[in-house]
């Protein structure tokens, strides 16, 4: 034990391998993150791709194979990243009865009342990252949600030192919302934007890819409020994301619409730049493309800051000293 605490040794994490389930799309956001952060946290982490192997073999086979190796490996800690409904209630339960369970709620801005309510009570710990939902669980109840954020996994996003400035102004992500209307106005202005990813004409990319345009991009814009606003039927609400921490963590420039919260995380204007409208995305571009020195200046900070506040092997130590363990 460290200061009362129990060392974390076994993990049996329990997410989709794959972007949404699909093989051909690549891992999973949560793979190339959360797995890939624990594996070097953790002595031993044994990998449950629930989504595979339900596609295999049927849901109610892959709830009673977890429940098997579950049993049989013994773990301190059973990590989940939920999806829909692909693992039962009555599994979860059963499970927390035997070990220590934790889930990760992702989209608690949209998902709380449709989702996470039904599913948070069936295990004994969850985190949100989503500080509105902390009485949302009040109401119902739950005493063991754990706020948090999204991070960035600095084992692969790295600063590649010397990358040389082949992109003025780029954007990683999906068409959704008024995204193509917001690449449009720029260009009719003569700023060129690269996108890359499904829709676009650069198409998608690979996670190695990104990171190397982050570093080689002299502005990485960030939309985050497009997708949000097919999914909310509340219009206007934004939420962090892992672009966020993703981009400064490769010693990129970030350009991000403003987020209230956001603020919180880094000092806007030193570490990252926020815009609040078009007019405004369209003067910033040209601002930092024109004052290199200042553009470097405050990818520098936001590098360090990310590196010493926002990692997920931060994020993962506080939730597990929380849960009384240390990794």
């Not at 996994?153 to 068409?175: E, H, L």
């Not at 966020?244 to 403003?258: Q, S």
Request: glycine share 8%.
């Amino acid at each position: 034990m460290t200061d009362g605490k129990m060392p974390l040794k076994k993990i049996m994490y329990v997410a989709m391998r794959y972007d949404y389930g699909r093989e051909l799309q690549g891992t999973s956001f949560e793979y190339n993150n959360f797995y890939r952060t624990l594996i070097r946290m953790v002595p031993e982490v044994i990998e449950f791709d629930f989504m595979t192997i339900g596609q295999k073999v049927g849901w109610e086979a892959m709830n009673r194979a977890l429940l098997e190796q579950a049993r049989a490996e013994k773990p301190d800690l059973v990590f989940f990243v939920l999806f829909t409904d692909e693992i039962r209630q009555e599994t979860l339960r059963t499970l927390s009865q035997e070990f220590v369970t934790y889930n990760w709620f992702c989209d608690d801005h949209w998902r709380f009342s449709s989702f996470s309510r039904h599913y948070a009570p069936c295990l004994q710990y969850v985190s949100t990252t989503d500080r509105d939902a902390l009485p949302r669980y009040a109401r119902i109840g739950y005493d063991h949600v754990l706020l948090t954020q999204w991070a960035c996994n600095n084992f692969d996003y790295i600063k590649r030192d010397g990358s040389a400035m082949t992109i003025d102004v780029s954007f990683v992500g999906q068409p959704h919302g008024n995204r193509r209307s917001v690449k449009r106005y720029l260009e009719r202005s003569g700023i060129k934007v690269t996108a890359f990813g499904q829709g676009w004409e650069n198409g998608r990319i690979s996670q190695g890819e990104m990171i190397r345009v982050f570093n080689e991009s002299r502005i990485n814009l960030n939309l985050s409020n497009s997708s949000w606003n097919i999914h909310s039927l509340v219009r206007g609400r934004q939420q962090v994301k892992g672009r966020n921490f993703e981009v400064p963590g490769c010693g990129g420039f970030l350009l991000t619409n403003h987020i209230p919260d956001l603020g919180q995380y880094y000092r806007i204007g030193e570490e990252i730049a926020c815009f609040s409208g078009r007019r405004d995305l369209q003067r910033q571009i040209r601002y930092y493309l024109a004052h290199e020195e200042e553009r470097a200046r405050v990818a520098s900070a936001g590098y360090l800051r990310t590196l010493r506040d926002h990692t997920y092997t931060k994020r993962f130590n506080d939730i597990f000293s929380a849960m009384g363990f240390v990794a």
